[in-house]
């Protein structure tokens, strides 16, 4: 029971938290989803969008926004999870797309830390999966591990196509490229790590209205609470980081990131 979050000894500090990448489709959440998700509003978060990896967990994306209106969902195949990816999966894919609660494709992306699945196939199946966000008119959410410079070839290709490269890890440099080609960059809790300056200079270098924030869970829960099960109100840590980065108050810098992430995925 102790990795669950203690709502009762919870003080949000902040609110309109909009939390851009959430898994609550994990099975860490299956025992206390139910009580833990309608109680976000009380604890700073207005939305949050439940994003998938494979199709099983893009349908659960969908059944869990389902529940309520101040969530989304996002569906498509993480590099590490493609084994149901070829033509049926994508027929699949689409299918799931049509559901009103979907705002995004992803998370879709290049992940060379997990062997499981090589560059080639890795690559194709991102570039398909834009292809299909540009026909759907969809905004993606890309993730990119130890594979920037492929991840910034294939994007090359799809300048203008709204996105946000998630958990965001790379350089300042990369940050500048990126944002300049439109796409949004989004923070995790690494940003309040103390390890964390390589992001929080990337975070520097990002201009304002193109900054997200996320959870990520159930992974990279910010300090105070590193190495617990992360969820969404936890964020208030990642805004004061990214306020202080930025020169703005923490409810500033939350209404600015929520203003962005209602621009970039249309709600
Ligand atoms: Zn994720």
């Known amino acids: 029971m102790s990795e669950y979050f203690d709502a009762g000894s919870f003080t949000p500090r902040y609110h309109g938290i909009f939390d851009t990448h959430a898994h609550y489709n994990d099975q860490r959440f299956d025992d206390d989803r139910a009580t833990l998700l309608p109680a976000l509003p009380s604890l700073g978060v207005s939305n949050a969008i439940v994003v998938g990896y494979d199709i099983p967990s893009s349908e659960k994306a969908v059944e869990i926004a389902g529940t309520e209106p101040f969530l989304y969902a996002a569906a498509g195949f993480h590099p590490e999870n ?117 992001p929080a200079e990337a975070c520097a270098e990002v201009p304002i209205d193109r900054l997200l924030m996320e959870t990520d869970c159930p992974y990279m829960a910010p300090e105070p609470w590193r190495g617990k099960r992360s969820c969404s109100p936890m964020i208030q840590s990642v805004a004061e980081k990214m306020a202080e980065i930025k020169g703005v108050t923490p409810q500033e810098m939350i209404d600015i990131a929520a203003e962005n992430a209602k621009r970039l995925f249309r709600v």
Do not use: M
């Not at 689409?94 to 080639?120: C, M, Q, S, T």
């Not at 991102?126 to 299909?132: G, P």
């Open 82 to 198: 493609l084994e149901e990816y070829g033509e049926e999966g994508l027929e699949k894919l689409r299918e799931i797309l049509k559901n009103d609660k979907i705002v995004a494709i992803g998370e879709i992306g290049l992940d060379y830390h997990w062997k499981e699945f090589g560059p080639d196939i890795q690559q194709r199946a991102f570039r398909r999966q834009l292809e299909l966000a540009a026909e759907l008119n969809l905004p993606v959410i890309i993730h990119a591990r130890e594979a920037t410079e492929d991840t910034l070839r294939i994007l090359a290709d799809f300048k203008g196509l709204p996105g946000v490269l998630h958990c965001f890890s790379g350089s300042a440099e990369t940050a500048k490229i990126i944002t300049g080609w439109g796409f949004y960059v989004g923070f995790t809790g690494v940003l309040t790590f103390k390890n964390g300056r390589k």
